[in-house]
């Protein structure tokens, strides 16, 4: 089996489940570029309806929600204790654990968040209403069902983080006789 690389003393799962975000986020984001090439992914796609603007719009947000996917490798890599060099103001300095694991604990939220008004907005026919067949349905939600994997994932590589800087452990219970 190939060797993730992670810190030494990082679980070999949580270091599987940050290797793992990047990974299951892709392919939606290249579903989405797809849709901005013009490729038959909806009914419409084809005829190039898509404005300049919300092309720019969409694979922006592949490319930031790629970066952000990417961020959770930072908790099992030694750029998520001490900032590179290279960053400015912060490089070299120790990250404080409690606001990496606080921040991406908060990012799990947010994705359970976004995910929560898809379904809710796919049902209550809020959504856009994009045409599609049966075959381009199967590979939408194909591209898009491994996100739902994204903020359980996020959140436990967060917690084994903190609890891996901090030294995190349950308190001891103290029993009266």
């Known amino acids: 089996m190939p060797r993730i690389k992670s810190l030494p003393d990082v679980p070999r799962w949580a270091a599987v489940a ?14 989405r570029l797809a849709l901005v090439s013009g490729l038959p992914v909806t009914l419409d796609a084809a005829d190039g309806t898509m404005g300049l603007g919300e092309g720019v719009y969409v694979v922006s947000l592949s490319v930031v929600s790629e970066l952000l996917a990417f961020l959770t490798l930072g908790l099992v890599r030694p750029w998520g204790e001490v900032f590179p060099r290279w960053t400015p103001f912060l490089g070299g300095r120790r990250v404080n654990p409690a606001a ?13 968040a976004i995910a929560a008004w898809g379904v809710y907005a796919a049902y209550a026919g809020l959504g856009p209403g994009i045409p599609v067949s049966p075959a381009q349905d199967a590979v939408l939600v194909a591209c898009y069902a491994p996100l739902a994997a994204w903020p359980p994932l ?24």
Do not use: K
Not at 18 to 27: Q, S
Not at 102 to 112: F, R
């Open 100 to 112: 990496a694991a606080g921040t991406a604990l908060a990012g799990a939220a947010g994705l359970c």
């Open 18 to 31: 940050a290797h793992a975000v990047p990974l299951l986020v892709l392919p939606s984001g290249l579903w």
């Open 154 to 177: 996020l959140a436990a590589v967060a917690v084994a983080y903190y609890r891996r800087r901090v030294g995190h452990q349950a308190p001891a219970v103290r029993l009266r006789a």
